[in-house]
């Protein structure tokens, strides 16, 4: 079969490898849709991977099972989350849908590739109605992400800001706005900042030419926005943040980053700030996903691009400029 190579410094190749072989409670599925992630890119940039790709957002149908495999059939259009819980029955966390928070989880990857493995614990069945291209997103970090941030905010949330429009950043201003939130997006891409108001931010600040904590000040009318979304994995936007919430506001953590230094009294105690993390989703929560596609939420419009597997690399390359949302790599026809 074919695969995805990251070779590291903006170099990527699409190379042939063995056919992956399930092992105990896993399944190899023929791989019909991937999508990148701006997680990936770090590795894209930077030194690659000797094995295996950063892929980990795909969907596809079954094609082989491991030993002891009894929750899928082989013929079976599904899509994965990228974190599988052990699905013990003795495991609380598993018994609740919460995989990402079972203590024996598993990451997969090399998604890339026209077949992969995932467990059968990971494997989330795509009904017929819901198309290739939307299920990756349905079943993935796509809406996966936005979806479990969009949980922790208060019912009475009323304003958000967004820093950071990578596709987790545009997923949480489609989410909030299709939920009838006012949605202020941050970033520094012109582009993405277009992007953002056609999936309905309702004012826009581009950071490479003025200060958001003053523009979102302004816009607020010096209250502050009730919730913000950390989505850039960038010190400087953790604490543009915290200055922009309002007196008892969330902050809400997307990007992986480095050690941020933060006051305690000044960024949390003497205004009532809480901050709380979150991270993929739980396998339990896509039936709610499923259901606010199938409502009308309209997750395909965070799709910019779909190239063909074969122009893996030319899909690397546009993405790392920053310009799209959501790239998708077909496989077939």
Known sequence: MRTLRLDGQGQARVAEAPEPVPASGEVRIRTRMSALCGSELSTYRGSGLETGNSGH????????????????????????????????????????????????????????????????????????????????????????VPYHTSLKLDADTDTVAVFGLGPVGLGSVLLQSYLGRRVIAVDLQTRRLELAAGLGAAECVEAARHDPVEAINRLTE?????????????????????????NGGLVLFNGEQPRVELSPSEDFIRRDVRAVGSWFYHVGEFPAMLRLWREGLPVGRLITDVLAFDQAPDALALFAAGETGKVLLQYGD
């Open 57 to 144: 957002e795909a969907m596809g149908v079954v094609e082989a099972l491991g030993p002891g495999v009894t929750r899928v059939q082989v013929g079976q259009r599904v899509g994965v989350s990228a974190v599988a819980g052990c699905g013990r029955a003795d495991c609380d966390a598993c018994r609740r849908g919460q995989s990402t928070w079972c203590p024996r989880r598993r990451g997969y990857g090399s998604m890339h590739a026209e077949a992969f493995l995932a467990a059968e614990t990971a494997c989330l069945p795509v009904p017929e109605d819901l198309p290739d291209a939307e299920a990756v997103l349905v079943t993935g970090d796509g809406l996966g």
């Open 222 to 246: 010096g209250r502050g926005v009730d919730a913000a979304v950390e989505a850039a994995g960038v010190p400087a936007t953790v604490h543009q943040c915290f200055r922009v919430v309002r």
